[in-house]
């Protein structure tokens, strides 16, 4: 298991930040493994990954915030510290479409997901046996339009007594509260079954039939409380034509959804995402 640390910096764009970053942590001993930078004239801001090797480092993690404000004062930044060794721990939420649990199921599996998942929530028991064959905790809640307060609650204890840090619907086909979105900033990923903006809401692949598109395709975002409006993580397209039915629809989309879903998924737990004014900059 590798021991690294990343650090993800928003400021303002100036001279002298990546020179002032790499200065600070030769002077603490780290080994810079990979280190990544993108502005945006627009906005002029700046925005950076850097990650290194933390055995040798000789600053742990209580004692970095105060060594390393000295720099983000100067530069005005806003910062997070990540460790590799603390592991992002994934609740994930479904409904009865069962092809995205699997994907992501069978990736933390078999280590292609560096995370814990010990949390599975549904308003159906139709992936139960699934979830309990990957010895994964499965809890069944039903929601319907008189008990969502209360369903959510349930939810959000659940969060608490897993220490959930990212929560993934993997076509969990609820829309969430104001409440609970609230609580989980830029915490909860969902995979949108269209390549939006375009069909937004419910029954894309039936509305993109009857609109004779020549392209469906998946996006995975961040929920915000704006429907299907959060910051794009990643999209995909496939091609089809005038001979594919909804149900040929259905099924391409569902091997799209699976990648986007996890790649977004990937993405987050190792570190690579920064938000500004609602979209994503995805370090490579």
């Known amino acids: 298991m590798k021991n690294t640390a990343t650090l993800l910096i928003t400021c303002p764009d100036t001279k002298g930040i990546v020179a002032a970053i790499a200065d600070f942590l030769l002077q603490h001993n780290a080994n810079i493994l990979h280190a990544d930078q993108h502005q945006d004239a627009e906005n002029n801001l700046f925005l950076m990954r850097v990650e290194w090797d933390f055995n040798g480092f000789n600053l742990d993690e209580a004692s970095f915030d105060q060594a390393f404000s000295v720099v983000a004062n100067k530069f005005s930044m806003q910062w997070q510290l990540k460790l590799s060794q603390h592991k992002t721990r994934v609740a994930i939420m479904v409904s009865q479409y069962d092809h995205c649990l699997a994907d992501l199921l069978h990736r933390h599996k078999s280590g292609e997901l560096a995370c814990e998942i010990p949390l599975v929530i549904s308003n159906h028991r139709d992936t139960e046996s699934l979830v309990k064959f990957y010895g994964i905790d499965f ?146």
């Open 139 to 284: 809890h069944h809640i039903q929601v319907t339009k008189d008990n969502k307060a209360q369903a959510e609650a349930a939810q959000f204890k659940l969060f608490a007594d897993y220490d959930i840090d990212l929560i993934v619907l993997a076509r969990y086909m609820q829309i969430l509260s104001p409440d609970f979105v609230a609580r989980y900033p830029q915490r909860i990923i969902n995979i949108h079954h269209s390549f939006l903006p375009a069909f937004i809401g419910a029954r894309p692949y039936h509305r993109a039939f009857e609109r004779g598109v020549k392209l469906i395709g998946a996006t995975s975002h961040y929920v915000t409380e704006v429907l299907d409006e959060g910051p794009i993580i990643e999209q995909g397209i496939d091609r089809i034509s005038h001979r594919d039915q909804v149900e040929d629809l259905i099924q391409k989309g569902r091997d799209l959804e699976r990648v986007v879903l996890s790649k977004a998924v990937s993405w987050h737990i190792e570190n690579r995402i920064l938000l500004y004014a609602n979209k994503t900059v995805i370090f490579d």
